[in-house]
């Protein structure tokens, strides 16, 4: 160890040369994004990127203001440029259940189409099923089914009349229905008249009438039958007539989205549910109650569909910034409307979190938010270990009253997360959150500082082009960006190191750039960085 000895006046600090520099303004270098002094965060980082094992995700360890969310930005968009747009996902109604919507993912910016396709369909069919229901040909098909059971019910009552008559009794209307009543002397008989006939003549009547209330029982029967036969036939034709409308309306959407299983499967789930609620279709609007035409309203709902990530604009993989991250914000949430002092929810209510957003791709974490929000932390961790993304209603939802509670169908995924924190946060995770070392393998550490040398120097000068390039700023002369260079070596407190908190020197990059120009200066000198 050598003895300590007072400093002289130029050993104070590590004096850089302009004349180190090759350049006379930065405005002659490239502006693009470097990163500077983080090696081994940046190899950290591109493993973590590249391996595709489950748990390989990132936690990204150092001092605020180091670099960490730039250098991660820029290696996640390089890494996502060279990825594939990933699928988008919507929700649609669950006509066997309506609690449980379901979940369908389409190709890359195909959900925002399909969604106006299904909106059209629900036009063309409040249009189109009106029209065919009020048609010549409908009403004279209709009347051909109502005739033919006229006639048929005729026949079968002619029938029993012709019986009726041969046993010397009349078929006569009552309000109960046909009955049939004693003929004497060609005279149909009332209870009056039947009470002054002699008690023989009487008893050779109800005799009689005994043998034909087993014929009539078998005819009316026979009638009821022929009555329901009629009104299942009208329903019949009703519904194959919506049906040919539904298939034709359907048509299009079938051509475009049909070889997609799920898609095939939904249509052919819409169509059959047209068919069910036929008559809601087929009123005129203008004609119905406000109560049905509120009803009809909430019916034609079961056709929306709810896009819930679209990347019809998207290159490449996605890379979400989650600065917020609440149970919501990540997992999604579930929206709801009062209606009559009731909370009401369906599918077009369930909205996307970043976790739906970044699915596909890169989502990133500021860990102080989420070490603040233990469901959210639990909401991330579970849908790491199982893959998929569940909406549920939790937390403040639950404390609300609400009478209808929905179960999305889960979502699979396939995302990389990074956190971004500092060394305390990361070694108090990892000692006492069993899952987080399972979660997160990869730790980027970086670093306060890095060695000075020429080419760091000059990294510090790109740094500067690149922040004068990108906000507008005045060109560094060589001069000034020595005082940079000298003031990255204050920062790190070590002459012989550079520091990487590049948010203070970009501040200071901001400020003279500033000052010269209020001095009218063109380009920035070593007085105005001071």
């Given at each position: 160890m050598?003895?300590?000895?007072e400093?002289?006046?130029n050993e104070l600090?590590n004096?850089?040369?302009?004349a180190g520099?090759d350049?006379?303004?930065?405005?002659?270098?490239?502006?693009?994004?470097?990163?500077?002094?983080?090696?081994?965060?940046?190899?950290?980082i591109?493993?973590?990127?590249?391996?595709?094992?489950?748990?390989?995700?990132?936690?990204?360890?150092?001092?605020?203001?180091?670099?960490?969310?730039t250098?991660?930005?820029t290696?996640?968009?390089?890494?996502?440029?060279?990825?594939?747009?990933p699928?988008?996902?919507?929700?649609v109604?669950?006509?066997l259940?309506?609690?449980?919507?379901?979940?369908?993912?389409?190709?890359?910016?195909?959900?925002?189409p399909f969604?106006?396709?299904?909106q059209e369909?629900?036009?063309?069919?409040?249009?189109?099923?009106?029209?065919?229901?009020?048609?010549?040909?409908?009403?004279?098909q209709?009347?051909?089914?109502?005739r033919?059971?006229?006639?048929?019910r005729?026949?079968?009552?002619?029938?029993l009349e012709?019986k009726?008559?041969?046993?010397?009794?009349?078929?006569?209307?009552?309000?109960?229905?046909v009955?049939?009543?004693?003929?004497?002397?060609?005279?149909?008989?009332n209870?009056?008249?039947?009470?002054?006939?002699?008690r023989r003549?009487?008893?050779?009547i109800?005799?009689?009438?005994?043998?034909l209330?087993?014929?009539m029982?078998?005819?009316?029967?026979?009638v009821?039958?022929?009555?329901?036969?009629?009104?299942?036939?009208?329903?019949?034709?009703?519904?194959?007539v919506?049906?040919?409308v539904?298939g034709?309306?359907?048509?299009d959407?079938?051509?475009?989205?049909?070889?997609l299983?799920?898609?095939s499967d939904y249509?052919a789930?819409?169509?059959?549910d047209?068919?069910?609620?036929?008559a809601a279709?087929?009123?005129?609007?203008?004609?119905?109650?406000?109560?049905?035409?509120?009803?009809?309203?909430?019916?034609?709902?079961r056709?929306?569909?709810n896009v819930?990530?679209?990347?019809?604009?998207?290159?490449?993989?996605?890379?979400?910034?989650?600065t917020?991250?609440?149970y919501?914000?990540?997992?999604?949430?579930?929206?709801?409307?009062?209606?009559?002092?009731t909370?009401?929810?369906?599918?077009?209510?369930?909205?996307?979190?970043?976790?739906h957003?970044?699915?596909?791709?890169?989502?990133v974490i500021?860990v102080?938010?989420?070490?603040?929000?233990?469901?959210a932390?639990?909401g991330l961790?579970?849908?790491?270990k199982?893959?998929?993304?569940?909406?549920?209603?939790?937390?403040?939802?639950?404390?609300?009253?609400?009478?209808?509670?929905?179960?999305?169908e889960p979502?699979a995924?396939?995302?990389k997360v990074?956190?971004?924190?500092?060394?305390?946060?990361?070694?108090?995770l990892?000692?006492?959150?069993?899952?987080f070392?399972?979660l997160?393998?990869?730790?980027?550490?970086f670093g306060?500082d890095?060695?000075?040398t020429?080419?760091?120097c000059f990294?510090?000068?790109?740094?500067i082009?690149?922040?004068?390039?990108q906000?507008?700023l005045?060109?560094?002369?060589?001069?000034?960006?020595a005082?940079?260079?000298e003031?990255?070596?204050?920062?790190?407190?070590?002459?012989?190191?550079?520091?990487?908190?590049?948010g203070?020197?970009?501040d200071?990059?901001?400020?003279?750039?500033?000052?010269?120009?209020?001095?009218?200066?063109?380009?920035?000198?070593?007085?105005?960085?001071g």
């Amino acid at each position: 160890m050598t003895s300590a000895h007072e400093l002289k006046e130029n050993e104070l600090w590590n004096r850089c040369d302009p004349a180190g520099f090759d350049f006379e303004t930065t405005a002659s270098l490239p502006g693009d994004v470097t990163i500077i002094g983080q090696e081994r965060a940046v190899e950290s980082i591109a493993f973590g990127i590249e391996m595709d094992a489950a748990g390989f995700n990132i936690y990204a360890l150092g001092a605020s203001g180091t670099g960490r969310a730039t250098t991660i930005r820029t290696l996640l968009e390089r890494a996502a440029a060279q990825r594939a747009v990933p699928t988008d996902w919507v929700y649609v109604n669950n006509f066997l259940d309506t609690n449980r919507p379901r979940a369908i993912c389409l190709p890359p910016g195909t959900a925002v189409p399909f969604a106006r396709e299904m909106q059209e369909l629900v036009t063309d069919l409040l249009r189109e099923l009106p029209r065919v229901f009020e048609s010549e040909d409908y009403e004279k098909q209709r009347e051909a089914i109502v005739r033919q059971a006229q006639e048929m019910r005729g026949q079968a009552l002619a029938e029993l009349e012709q019986k009726v008559n041969g046993q010397g009794f009349a078929l006569v209307q009552a309000d109960e229905g046909v009955g049939f009543a004693p003929v004497v002397n060609g005279q149909v008989l009332n209870a009056e008249g039947y009470g002054q006939l002699d008690r023989r003549t009487q008893q050779e009547i109800e005799a009689r009438q005994v043998q034909l209330q087993s014929e009539m029982a078998n005819a009316m029967r026979q009638v009821r039958d022929l009555e329901r036969g009629a009104k299942r036939r009208l329903t019949e034709f009703d519904r194959s007539v919506a049906n040919q409308v539904a298939g034709r309306a359907l048509e299009d959407v079938r051509a475009v989205y049909g070889h997609l299983p799920e898609i095939s499967d939904y249509l052919a789930e819409v169509q059959a549910d047209v068919v069910d609620n036929v008559a809601a279709f087929a009123a005129q609007e203008e004609e119905a109650s406000e109560e049905a035409k509120t009803a009809r309203k909430e019916m034609l709902r079961r056709y929306a569909v709810n896009v819930l990530v679209d990347h019809g604009q998207q290159q490449g993989a996605p890379v979400i910034l989650e600065t917020n991250p609440t149970y919501g914000n990540l997992v999604g949430r579930i929206e709801h409307r009062a209606e009559m002092g009731t909370l009401l929810t369906d599918f077009t209510m369930i909205r996307a979190g970043a976790l739906h957003r970044a699915n596909g791709g890169y989502l990133v974490i500021e860990v102080d938010g989420l070490a603040a929000n233990g469901a959210a932390w639990e909401g991330l961790k579970r849908a790491l270990k199982n893959r998929v993304i569940r909406t549920e209603e939790i937390g403040e939802q639950r404390q609300v009253a609400s009478t209808v509670t929905l179960e999305p169908e889960p979502i699979a995924l396939d995302v990389k997360v990074i956190l971004i924190g500092d060394a305390y946060t990361y070694y108090m995770l990892h000692d006492h959150e069993p899952d987080f070392a399972k979660l997160f393998k990869v730790q980027a550490d970086f670093g306060a500082d890095f060695p000075r040398t020429a080419d760091t120097c000059f990294c510090y000068a790109q740094f500067i082009a690149a922040r004068c390039r990108q906000e507008g700023l005045l060109p560094f002369d060589r001069e000034a960006v020595a005082r940079v260079v000298e003031f990255g070596s204050r920062l790190a407190g070590h002459q012989r190191r550079l520091s990487t908190h590049f948010g203070e020197i970009a501040d200071l990059i901001r400020e003279a750039s500033f000052w010269a120009r209020r001095a009218g200066n063109k380009q920035v000198t070593a007085g105005d960085v001071g």
